[in-house]
C-alpha cells in the first residue's frame, strides 16, 4: 500500500535495483588511460603519475590551447543502458567529460532517482545541463515515453552537448537552449576556471574576472512560456536560488519533482529548503544502501550486485555535517505517494552493532 504522506523521522527506501556499467572506456588516450588506473587503485605507477598530471591540469590545458592538433586526444566510450548501446568519441582534453571516464556511474544517487521517477515524467528540465549525463541516462530509459529540456549557457558545452546527442541517439527527445536560467532575463557575466578547456565548472560572475569569462542569456523560466515539467534538475554552481526564484509560477502550477544541488555552508541551501518547504514540499538526503547489512551511505560501493535509493528527511544539524557538495530531493507532499516507497530499516546486525 502506497505511502500517502511522509514523516520527518522515517527514512524510505526505492526498490532495490542491480548496479549497471553504464559507461566502459572503448578507446582511451594515454592520460585518460592513466586517470583510469588511479580510479581503480590497481597501479602505485599510475596513481603517482595521475596526481602529478592532475596537479598540473591547468597548464596541459593552456598548452593544448596552443597546440590543438598536437595535443588533442581522442578516446571512446561505450554508453551501454535500456535502448541505448552505442560507442561515442570525444576530445578527452575538455574536463567536462570526465564523468564519463572517471566513474562507471556517474553520481549514483541522482541516476538512481531518475530511473525510478521516468515512468511517471512526462517533461524533463535539465537545468546546468553540461554535457547531459543524466539527460542521455533518463532518455536511455525504455519507461521514459516524455521529453527532455537542456539548458546550458557555456557555448563550448552546449555545442559537446549536442554532437554527443547526436552519437548517442537522444536528440530525438533532447532540446537544447543555449541559455542559462536565473530571476531575471538578460545577459549575464559568466566566470569559468583559468584553464579554457574547463568548462565543467562555470558560474555567474561575482566580480571582474576578465579573460576568463563569457557573456551569455539568461532568463527567468517563468517567462519563457513553456509547458511546466514533471521534474527539474538544477544544478548550476550556487545559483540554484535564483533559478528557482525565476520558477515560481511553474513550480505553483507544475508541482514537479526538484532535485538540485547544495554546496556546502551555501547561505542558498536554507533558503530553498524554507521556500520549498512554505509550497508545501518534503526534503531529504539522496543515500545508497547496498543488498547487504548496512546503514545508507553517500558512495557507491564497486562490491555491490545491487542498490537501494534510500530518502533521508532533510534536516539542518544533519547538512552542517556533511561537509561535502550533494544534491537534495524535494517532493510535493501531495505526489509522495507515487514514489512507491517503503520505510528503510537497517539491518539487526547493524542496530545492535550501533548500541
Given at each position: 500500500m502506497p505511502i500517502e504522506s511522509p514523516d520527518r523521522r522515517t527514512q524510505y527506501a526505492f526498490p532495490p535495483l542491480?548496479?549497471?556499467?553504464?559507461?566502459?572506456?572503448?578507446?582511451?588516450?594515454?592520460?585518460?588511460?592513466?586517470?583510469?588506473?588511479?580510479?581503480?587503485?590497481?597501479?602505485?605507477?599510475?596513481?603517482?603519475?595521475?596526481?602529478?598530471?592532475?596537479?598540473?591540469?591547468?597548464?596541459?590545458?593552456?598548452?593544448?590551447?596552443?597546440?590543438?592538433?598536437?595535443?588533442?586526444?581522442?578516446?571512446?566510450?561505450?554508453?551501454?543502458?535500456?535502448?541505448?548501446?552505442?560507442?561515442?568519441?570525444?576530445?578527452?582534453?575538455?574536463?567536462?567529460?570526465?564523468?564519463?571516464?572517471?566513474?562507471?556511474?556517474?553520481?549514483?544517487?541522482?541516476?538512481?532517482?531518475?530511473?525510478?521517477?521516468?515512468?511517471?515524467?512526462?517533461?524533463?528540465?535539465?537545468?546546468?545541463?553540461?554535457?547531459?549525463?543524466?539527460?542521455?541516462?533518463?532518455?536511455?530509459?525504455?519507461?521514459?515515453?516524455?521529453?527532455?529540456?537542456?539548458?546550458?549557457?557555456?557555448?563550448?558545452?552546449?555545442?559537446?552537448?549536442?554532437?554527443?546527442?547526436?552519437?548517442?541517439?537522444?536528440?530525438?527527445?533532447?532540446?537544447?537552449?543555449?541559455?542559462?536560467?536565473?530571476?531575471?532575463?538578460?545577459?549575464?557575466?559568466?566566470?569559468?576556471?583559468?584553464?579554457?578547456?574547463?568548462?565543467?565548472?562555470?558560474?555567474?560572475?561575482?566580480?571582474?574576472?576578465?579573460?576568463?569569462?563569457?557573456?551569455?542569456?539568461?532568463?527567468?523560466?517563468?517567462?519563457?512560456?513553456?509547458?511546466?515539467?514533471t521534474a527539474i534538475k538544477i544544478d548550476v554552481e550556487g545559483h540554484e536560488l535564483q533559478v528557482i526564484e525565476g520558477a515560481e509560477d511553474t513550480i505553483r502550477q507544475g508541482r514537479p519533482f526538484i532535485v538540485f544541488e547544495s554546496i556546502y555552508e551555501s547561505d542558498g541551501t536554507e533558503a530553498i529548503v524554507s521556500r520549498l518547504r512554505e509550497r508545501g514540499y518534503a526534503l531529504f538526503f539522496l543515500e545508497l544502501a547496498g543488498d547487504g547489512p548496512g546503514e545508507p551511505r553517500l558512495d557507491l560501493d564497486p562490491a555491490w550486485r545491487s542498490v537501494r535509493l534510500v530518502l533521508n528527511p532533510y534536516s539542518t544539524e544533519l547538512r552542517r555535517a556533511r561537509r561535502r557538495t550533494l544534491n537534495l530531493f524535494a517532493c510535493p507532499a501531495e505526489r509522495f505517494s507515487q514514489l512507491r516507497l517503503e520505510p528503510f530499516r537497517a539491518s539487526p546486525e547493524t542496530s545492535a552493532s550501533a548500541h
Amino acid at each position: 500500500m502506497p505511502i500517502e504522506s511522509p514523516d520527518r523521522r522515517t527514512q524510505y527506501a526505492f526498490p532495490p535495483l542491480p548496479v549497471p556499467p553504464v559507461l566502459a572506456p572503448a578507446k582511451a588516450s594515454l592520460p585518460v588511460r592513466i586517470l583510469l588506473a588511479h580510479r581503480d587503485r590497481k597501479s602505485h605507477w599510475a596513481s603517482f603519475v595521475a596526481r602529478r598530471l592532475l596537479s598540473h591540469w591547468r597548464l596541459l590545458y593552456r598548452l593544448s590551447e596552443l597546440a590543438p592538433g598536437l595535443t588533442r586526444q581522442d578516446s571512446a566510450i561505450r554508453f551501454t543502458l535500456g535502448r541505448i548501446d552505442r560507442v561515442f568519441t570525444f576530445d578527452a582534453r575538455y574536463a567536462v567529460y570526465r564523468p564519463f571516464y572517471l566513474y562507471p556511474v556517474y553520481e549514483p544517487e541522482l541516476f538512481l532517482l531518475l530511473q525510478h521517477l521516468a515512468p511517471q515524467i512526462d517533461r524533463f528540465f535539465d537545468v546546468g545541463a553540461s554535457v547531459g549525463m543524466h539527460s542521455h541516462c533518463l532518455a536511455a530509459n525504455p519507461d521514459f515515453h516524455g521529453r527532455i529540456d537542456c539548458f546550458e549557457p557555456e557555448p563550448r558545452t552546449a555545442e559537446m552537448l549536442a554532437d554527443l546527442a547526436g552519437q548517442l541517439g537522444t536528440d530525438e527527445r533532447i532540446a537544447i537552449h543555449r541559455l542559462g536560467l536565473s530571476d531575471r532575463t538578460g545577459s549575464v557575466q559568466f566566470e569559468s576556471p583559468a584553464a579554457t578547456n574547463d568548462t565543467s565548472v562555470v558560474r555567474v560572475a561575482t566580480g571582474s574576472k576578465p579573460g576568463h569569462g563569457f557573456e551569455a542569456d539568461v532568463s527567468r523560466l517563468d517567462d519563457l512560456g513553456m509547458p511546466p515539467p514533471t521534474a527539474i534538475k538544477i544544478d548550476v554552481e550556487g545559483h540554484e536560488l535564483q533559478v528557482i526564484e525565476g520558477a515560481e509560477d511553474t513550480i505553483r502550477q507544475g508541482r514537479p519533482f526538484i532535485v538540485f544541488e547544495s554546496i556546502y555552508e551555501s547561505d542558498g541551501t536554507e533558503a530553498i529548503v524554507s521556500r520549498l518547504r512554505e509550497r508545501g514540499y518534503a526534503l531529504f538526503f539522496l543515500e545508497l544502501a547496498g543488498d547487504g547489512p548496512g546503514e545508507p551511505r553517500l558512495d557507491l560501493d564497486p562490491a555491490w550486485r545491487s542498490v537501494r535509493l534510500v530518502l533521508n528527511p532533510y534536516s539542518t544539524e544533519l547538512r552542517r555535517a556533511r561537509r561535502r557538495t550533494l544534491n537534495l530531493f524535494a517532493c510535493p507532499a501531495e505526489r509522495f505517494s507515487q514514489l512507491r516507497l517503503e520505510p528503510f530499516r537497517a539491518s539487526p546486525e547493524t542496530s545492535a552493532s550501533a548500541h
